[in-house]
């Protein structure tokens, strides 16, 4: 729960800082700036893949919580994390809460109307905080096209390039079928400048891993969610409880990979991988995790991440130099989204 308690936190973060720069933004009657409110990412699509980890977590804690204090607070934070995802204007996400309401509803039968409600509540909530934004402007004066633009006046049929980027994909699996192109190098042979991935991981891993990996890959990934539906059947209420939050933010996040990079961003992936974590231990149980001793696993674990430190310390003095030559070197003008920054990893213009 402390693990929990630090998730909603960090939800609530994002929520308070958009409110701060909004009321900002009205008192000095500057123009509403959707981006500029949801900060700190290079594309609002990477908070989304945030949301997509987090919001399952929040409303399954709000569901599970006993007390109504408590649950009210849960509550609070999914709520405003909805109108964000609202504000955002963010496909994927959405479309990932559906389907993981639905496998949430005919997994978990017995939590099946408190988990349909607490959506419902949070959904309609989200958009009254949504409309609650668009008209405060409206009535001050700001200025709300942007973010107008990019949720009501949106196409949401368009696929904004994924089509193109899926096409190419299949035609590069198909150019290299028995390993692919090779890890990351998609980014640097495609000609569309703005993908570094197909915004796709089951493509991804066609593309640049090839057939075989993939076929692999597809027949585990059903394995893995076969056990973990047979695991589900065969144990008790508490145990069941605590694969709740698991089952609802692993099913959202990778209904959205289909249309996104969520197992490709590094906060994503830390938050993937806290999950998967997470799921790990549950399945094998605290009886296994109590026969590990985690003296024996400190050094192996701590030192890659002590020697990866020193190197951030010893390259943040001279970091913008060091982009600048990245940038003259690999012979463009700006850093692109990407695994990390620039979202290339060849050095020649591609």
């Known amino acids: ?97 559906v389907v993981s309401t639905i496998v949430v509803s005919l997994v978990f039968r017995e939590y099946t109307r408190a988990y349909v409600s607490t959506v419902l509540i949070c959904v309609i909530s989200g958009i009254v905080c949504y409309i609650l934004a668009l008209m405060l402007t409206s009535y001050s004066g700001s200025d709300n096209t942007d973010i107008a633009r990019n949720t009501l006046e949106r196409d949401f049929t368009s696929s904004s390039g994924r089509y193109e980027i899926w096409l190419y994909s299949i035609r590069v699996a198909l150019e290299h079928p028995w390993f692919g192109i090779g890890p990351m190098h998609l980014a640097c042979k495609n000609h569309f400048n703005i993908a570094a991935h197909p915004h796709n991981i089951w493509l991804q891993f066609l593309s640049e891993w090839g057939i075989p990996f993939t076929l692999g890959i597809t027949v585990g990934f059903f394995y893995l969610v076969y056990r973990w539906l047979s695991k589900l059947r065969g144990t008790s209420r508490e145990a069941r409880d605590l694969a709740l939050p698991i089952t609802a933010s692993l099913s959202t996040a990778l209904v959205h990979s289909l249309f996104s990079g969520v197992f490709v961003m590094p906060v994503s992936q830390f938050y993937g991988v806290l999950l998967f974590g997470w799921a790990l231990a549950w399945y094998r149980g605290s009886e296994h995790l109590r026969r590990i001793k985690p003296r024996l696993l400190g050094l192996p674990l701590a030192l890659p991440a002590l020697i990866l430190l020193g190197y951030v310390v010893y390259s943040l003095p001279d970091l913008s130099k060091r982009e600048e030559a990245e940038l003259l070197i690999a012979g463009y003008h700006s850093f692109h989204p990407r695994f990390w920054v620039q979202g290339k990893i060849c050095l020649h213009k591609s």
């Open 1 to 97: 729960m402390a693990s929990m308690a630090l998730i909603a936190l960090i939800s609530v973060i994002y929520p308070l800082r958009f409110a701060i720069g909004y009321i900002a933004a009205i008192a000095e009657d500057l123009p509403i700036y959707r981006d500029t409110l949801i900060n700190g990412f290079s594309n609002i699509r990477f908070f989304s893949q945030f949301q997509s980890w987090t919001l399952p977590l929040l409303m399954t804690a709000a569901v599970l919580e006993p007390t109504k204090k408590a649950r009210f607070l849960w509550l609070t934070a999914a709520v405003l994390g909805w109108g964000l995802l609202f504000v955002s204007g963010t496909r994927g996400t959405l479309l990932g809460l």
